[in-house]
Nanobody
Framework: QAQLVESGGGLVQPGGSLRLSCTTS????????IGWFRQAPGKEREGISR????????YYVDSVKGRFTISRNDAKTTVYLQMNRLKPEDTGIYYC????????????WGPGTQVTVSS
């Protein structure tokens, strides 16, 4: 399967920003719609944003709409998640994965990157 590596998490105050990166190794994302998933403490992992492989269209769950932006580089080797106006409820471990595999639960998840929003 396509193996992806997340980075860019950290501790940030409410209202702050972070940019997460999801990078590939040795292949491009031409045939994969890539999504960002979040697992908040004590909750199930959920898909929060996706960028389509075919036309670059995007999807956001309501809780992040207007605050988060997903994008990818021209070489299609990295997908970003720009997170603005962060809230404490955005705290969690963030993962990236092929969207369909992530939703199906069939992806071999990596360690993700921790995001903590706290004053």
């Amino acid at each position: 399967q396509a193996q992806l590596v997340e980075s860019g998490g950290g501790l940030v105050q409410p209202g702050g920003s972070l940019r997460l990166s999801c990078t590939t190794s040795g292949f491009t994302l031409d045939y994969y719609s890539i999504g960002w998933f979040r697992q908040a403490p004590g909750k199930e992992r959920e898909g929060i944003s996706r960028i389509s492989d075919s036309d670059g269209s995007t999807y956001y769950v309501d809780s992040v709409k207007g605050r988060f932006t997903i994008s990818r580089n021209d070489a299609k080797t990295t997908v970003y998640l720009q997170m603005n106006r962060l809230k404490p409820e955005d705290t969690g471990i963030y993962y990236c994965a092929p969207w369909a595999q992530g939703l199906a639960g069939s992806y071999n998840w990596g360690p993700g990157t921790q995001v903590t929003v706290s004053s």
